[in-house]
C-alpha cells in the first residue's frame, strides 16, 4: 500500500501547514529557492555568523521557551553538537539554581544525569515500559533507580535501574533529526547542518514557530 501526505494538522497557522508541504517536496531548484525565500521573509530563519553562535541561538531558545513553561524541540545536525547544547542548557540550569548537582546518576558515555533534566530512553525495555527514543524528565534519583514521567504526560511514570541508565539514558534537551521524529512540541528550533529531509521533520514539529539556524554572511 501506498500512503500520500495531503493535510497538515499539527500547526495553529494554516498557511505555514501548506508551505511545509512545499517544503517536503520541491518541484525543482527554483521551487526549493521560492520555498527558502518565503521561509525567510516569514521570520522561519535566524541568521548567524558561526557554529558557536548558532549553538548559543539554540541554547537561547530553550530558555526562552522554558520561561514561558513550554516545549521546545532543538534539533541538531549530529549527535556531538546535540551533546554540546545539552551539557550547555545542564551546566546553566545549575548555575541558574535550577537544578541540583549533588544527587546524580550517570547515562550514556558518563554523562551526568540530574533530577529535572529532560532524558530520552534509547532502547526498548518491556519489563519497565520504556520506549527506545521516548522522552522524559527525571523525577527521582535513588541508590539503585531512576524515576521518570513523560514529558507528554506528567502521570505516565516509569523506573529504570542504574545500569540500564549508564548504557541506555540520555540528556534530550536538543536531539538529531532521527530522535524527535513524531514528536509535537510548542516550538521548534532546527541548527546548521541537517540535512534536506531532517529539516523538513525539524520544521515540522512546533505548533507556534519553527525557526531554521543557518550559518551566512548575508
Not at 99 to 122: K, Y
Not at 134 to 142: L, T
Request: proline share 2%; with cysteine; charged share 25%.
Amino acid at each position: 500500500a501506498s500512503v500520500e501526505l495531503d493535510t497538515v494538522h499539527r500547526f495553529s497557522d494554516p498557511e505555514y501547514a501548506a508551505l511545509t508541504l512545499r517544503l517536503r517536496n520541491p518541484r525543482d531548484r527554483d521551487e526549493a529557492l521560492s520555498v527558502a525565500g518565503e521561509l525567510l521573509r516569514r521570520g522561519h530563519v535566524q541568521r548567524v555568523a558561526s557554529t558557536d553562535e548558532a549553538r548559543e541561538a539554540m541554547v537561547a531558545a530553550y530558555f526562552d521557551w522554558h520561561a514561558r513553561g513550554k516545549r521546545v524541540a532543538l534539533v541538531s545536525g549530529s549527535n556531538g553538537e546535540a551533546d554540546a547544547i545539552n551539557d550547555a542548557i545542564q551546566q546553566r540550569r545549575v548555575d541558574e539554581g535550577e537544578l541540583d548537582p549533588t544527587t546524580l546518576a550517570l547515562g550514556m558515555g558518563e554523562q551526568c544525569i540530574l533530577v529535572g533534566d529532560t532524558v530520552q530512553t534509547r532502547r526498548n525495555d518491556p519489563r519497565t515500559g520504556v520506549e527506545n527514543r521516548a522522552q522524559w524528565m527525571v523525577r527521582n534519583i535513588s541508590d539503585g533507580s531512576i524515576d521518570l514521567a513523560s514529558v507528554s504526560d506528567s502521570g505516565e511514570i516509569r523506573r529504570v535501574s542504574r545500569d540500564y541508565a549508564l548504557d541506555h539514558l540520555q540528556l534530550a534537551y536538543a536531539s538529531t533529526v532521527h530522535g524527535i521524529q513524531g514528536e509535537t512540541t510548542d516550538a521548534a528550533v532546527v541548527g546548521p547542518d541537517v540535512d534536506a529531509a531532517g529539516l523538513y521533520v525539524g520544521l515540522t514539529r512546533g505548533r507556534h514557530q519553527n525557526i531554521a539556524v543557518t550559518i551566512a554572511r548575508t
